[in-house]
């Protein structure tokens, strides 16, 4: 090995490299500093035989790819989770971000030889935990591949002390596993702030980019309650990063982004006490050419509600478009989708309000039912009872926009034009996600100094996404057109508020202040201390 990175060394000085990501330059495999054969093979050696060498077309003839499940797909190395993000600039007009090999690697040992490798030869690192990223960061064109696919474990303890964080219950997960592991390993006495999505890990990209979660308001974002991690820095040591243990370092991937200032190969977080059983409500309001009196009266009501909203009141405000040709004028459904982690006393006020909304708008509107207009209201024990177990819908092309929405944007004229604007987008058949914020995620960091985050997470009450979706070349086209519009039209109505990393525009303007507002001068004074070299290079992540 060591003879191999002398020669890579070599190489470096006397070739030049033609790929140029955030400023730094890598070698790509046309480029004469590209390792030889015989570098492949030892890396491959040190890793027990698990290196691969990936098609370019991969994606594209991999039959996994074609799925629309994200457990099938998340299994490959050459599928990303949606359909866009396999290609370069998440465009489907442009060529395949396929990376030229993929190293599994089963051990912190095997993560700190791959990145010892990837510095000496000057080649392109890209991370992937699961393949969710939006933005298509977690694969890259001819790079190697760091997939911790294998990196899957959950250890629960009960009474989790490390010396430094409070002692208490706590789940410590590999770099590669999956939420859907992590549930139905706790026992219903306990809550975990985790994703919505099975498939998404519970170490990587979303947990490093802050963590949204329908427990987020009572509990907080992620990156509240990871007490520590082990990460692999471009240097290749393994480092634990805590408030007790490079504590800059934790505090930066505590919202800071992943793929950018190392390898998270464990986290450990923590766990909550459940005590009461929570209550499910959805709700079904159906959005038909020429009927626009009840979805709209339904907008206005959420967005009335919102800054108010019991904290016990978590998960989504979503709106998916509806495609049957038997009924052509239904054009989308919301869907209020929240849970109550307060028990049904609790819950008894707004379960009350909703079910007589519900029976007014069924009197005043009897086609509705037509058209799935429902209520459903359910005691479920805890988290992982209300979630279900529902299999992530992925293998599609989408383009987003969104914005943190503070108080101010749900109140007056801007109340309504917020209410006015979900319709239309709804009409438009464009998805759209509010995730319920607010509450502890407020309070668990008012002087916003524990995480990275955006300071507009701890000021928001939705985070608010609009996706288009991208199915070919065409719908790119259109889907690039109308996003700077919806980007607009979300400014207008919260002018001063940021932008969640992990569920962004591709081309959002001033993307570091959207980000991470004025922590962003901090975060590259620690990339600089931790990745001098810009090793660990992505599309609009933290540079040095």
Not at 15 to 24: D, N, Q
Not at 355 to 370: G, H, M
């Amino acid at each position: 090995m060591y003879a191999t990175t002398r020669f890579l060394h070599v190489a470096l000085a006397v070739a030049v490299c033609c790929c140029t990501v955030s400023g730094r330059a890598f070698c790509e495999p046309a480029d004469e500093c590209w390792p030889p054969p015989s570098a492949w093979r030892s890396l491959n050696a040190t890793l027990a035989g698990r290196l691969s060498e990936l098609a370019r077309d991969a994606p594209t003839t991999d039959p996994a790819c074609s799925s629309s499940d994200a457990r099938e797909r998340v299994q490959h190395p050459a599928c990303m989770q949606f359909l866009n993000t396999e290609y370069q600039h998440v465009n489907l007009s442009e060529p395949l971000a396929t990376p030229a090999y993929v190293a599994r690697v089963q051990t912190p040992e095997d993560v700190a030889a791959v990145v010892r490798f990837a510095a000496a030869a000057n080649v392109r690192l890209a991370v992937r935990a699961t393949g969710h990223d939006f933005l298509g960061r977690s694969t890259a064109q001819g790079s190697l591949l760091l997939w911790l696919h294998d990196l899957d474990t959950v250890d629960v303890q009960e009474n989790y002390s490390d010396g430094c964080s409070p002692s208490g219950p706590a789940v410590r997960v590999g770099g590669g596993t999956q939420w859907g592991s992590v549930y139905p390993r706790l026992s219903p006495a306990f809550h975990a702030v985790g994703g919505n999505a099975l498939t998404v890990s519970a170490a990587g990209g979303y947990l490093q980019g802050g963590g949204h979660s329908a427990m987020s308001p009572s509990y907080g974002l992620a990156v509240d309650n990871v007490l520590s991690m082990l990460v692999v820095t471009a240097d290749g040591r393994l480092r634990v990063a805590s408030p007790c243990e490079n504590a800059d370092l934790f505090w930066a991937l505590r919202g800071g982004g992943g793929g950018t200032f190392g390898v998270v190969v464990e986290a450990v977080h923590r766990l909550h006490r459940r005590t009461s059983g929570v209550v499910g409500v959805d709700l079904v309001v159906p959005v038909v050419d020429g009927a626009d009196a009840l979805p709209l009266n339904f907008t206005r009501t959420i967005v009335s509600l919102a800054p108010t909203a019991d904290s016990c009141w978590g998960g989504y405000v979503l709106s998916y478009p509806q495609y049957y040709p038997q009924a052509k004028q239904l054009k989308s459904v919301f869907l209020l989708h929240l849970v109550c982690t307060g028990g049904w006393e609790r819950a008894r006020s707004a379960v009350d309000f909703f079910t007589a909304w519900y029976d007014e708008q069924k009197r005043a509107n009897p086609w509705a039912s037509v058209y799935g207009l429902s209520l459903a209201v359910k005691n479920h024990t805890d988290f992982w009872a209300w979630h279900a177990n529902t299999t992530d819908a992925v293998g599609y092309g989408t383009l987003l926009a969104s914005r943190l929405l503070p108080r101010a944007s749900f109140r007056g004229d801007t109340g309504e034009a917020l209410a006015q604007l979900l319709l239309t987008l709804a009409q438009d058949r464009v998805s759209l996600t509010a995730v319920l914020l607010g509450g502890a995620v407020a309070a668990a960091d008012p002087a916003h100094t524990h995480t990275c985050v955006s300071p507009s997470f701890r000021n928001a009450v939705w985070h608010l996404v609009a996706g288009i979706p991208v199915e070919d070349v065409p719908g790119q086209a259109v889907a690039a057109a109308a996003i700077p519009q919806i980007l607009a039209a979300l400014q207008a109505i919260a002018p001063d508020a940021g932008v969640y990393p992990n569920e962004a525009a591709y081309k959002q303007a001033g993307w570091e202040s959207a980000y991470w507002g004025n922590n962003y001068a901090t975060l590259q004074q620690i990339k600089r201390k931790y990745d001098p070299a810009h090793l660990f290079a992505c599309h609009h992540c933290v540079e040095p």
